[in-house]
């Protein structure tokens, strides 16, 4: 797993993309920030106070890290001017309220909330992309992507996945090292056609975050219609959707885990597919089943998981563990670096 990881930061390096960390009062997040920055991971934009920082981090060296405070930065006129023009019209659904009556209190708001503040910068172009969470929840950070940032175009839904690193003395059933899990962190119970686009995004982030090309296996407990199940169908449907929104895409399903993945059960199981015992971007059903399905390979399979990464934002967002480590969060500032590219 060192391997794939350290070629995900050293693919960043050679980028020099610009990323944001709201969470400067975290010493994970601080710690990250300088060791990104050294390590020329990414060029990294601290958001908080320096004073304070360094007073909770004094063993900390941030030489190179950009610390911004919203308090006295120049731009956070503009950013609330421009949080106020995004969200004109909206009401506060527990007041009834507009959001914010004036540009002085989306001002208010966004020195409050710096996630919001760092999803401006973004929105901006001030940055490249943006990574929090490891203080805050994960509605905390995904609402101001919703609100600011927004989908890509013909992205209908945010999705996630997972990039799962196999163990050093690997697995016969990973031979590239890694697979690619989707939706295993956002989506409860996607359609068909939701469906179809968490693989597409889940394919896109193979080719972006480990430079794979995606093999996708639709996930179910039946495979090739050996099951009949209103619970199939969708997961059939959502093949056959897939196929039409990206048909030079390598797709295929309805398969059981091990058909997806088991060259020898592939044979009898799915004799006439491309994709059935070689597949590296396995797409689960709904979030029941991907949650367990990669809990089991981290824990069980001994794989290192990283994620849930965002997938289907327009520019990239993510998402961090409240239980990260500093070296959590520095790969995942990677992986995000590698999605502004």
Do not use: W
């Amino acid at each position: 797993m060192s391997n794939v990881l350290e070629n995900i930061k050293k693919q960043a390096g050679l980028l020099n993309k610009h990323i944001v960390l709201p969470e400067g009062e975290d010493k994970r997040v601080v710690r990250a920030a300088a060791e990104a920055v050294k390590e020329n991971i990414a060029r990294i934009t601290l958001l908080g106070n320096l004073d304070e920082i360094k007073t909770a981090n004094p063993e900390i060296d941030l030489s190179g890290v950009n610390v911004v405070d919203p308090a006295t930065n120049s731009k956070t006129d503009a950013y609330a001017e421009m949080l106020f023009n995004a969200r004109k019209g909206k009401i506060n659904k527990k007041t009834s309220q507009p959001e914010f009556a004036t540009v002085e209190d989306a001002k208010a708001n966004i020195l409050k909330d710096l996630t919001m503040y760092g999803a401006l910068m973004l929105k901006a172009g001030d940055v490249d992309g943006l990574v929090s969470g490891a203080c805050h929840s994960t509605a905390n950070t995904l609402r101001p992507g919703l609100q600011v940032i927004k989908t890509k175009a013909g992205v209908p839904l945010v999705s996630s996945c997972f990039v799962m690193l196999a163990p050093e003395n690997g697995n016969i059933y990973c031979p590239e090292g890694v697979f690619i899990y989707g939706d295993c962190g956002l989506n409860q119970n996607p359609n068909s056609e939701e469906l179809a686009y968490i693989a597409i995004s889940s394919a896109e982030s193979a080719k972006e975050i480990v430079g794979i090309e995606p093999r996708v296996a639709f996930l179910s407990h039946s495979s090739k219609g050996s099951a009949r199940h209103a619970d199939v169908d969708k997961v059939t449907a959502a093949v056959a959707k897939c196929k039409e929104l990206a048909p030079d895409l390598k797709a295929d399903g309805e398969f059981q885990l091990d058909c997806a993945i088991v060259p020898a059960i592939a044979k009898s199981k799915a004799p006439n597919s491309e994709i059935a015992g070689q597949a590296n971007v396995l797409i689960f059903p709904d979030l029941d089943a991907g949650n367990i399905g990669y809990k089991l390979t981290e824990r069980l399979g001994g794989f290192m998981a990283l994620g849930p990464i965002c997938q289907g934002f327009a520019k990239p967002i993510n998402d961090l563990s409240r239980g990260c480590s500093s070296d959590d969060v520095k790969a995942v500032i990677a992986i995000t670096a590698l999605q502004a590219k």
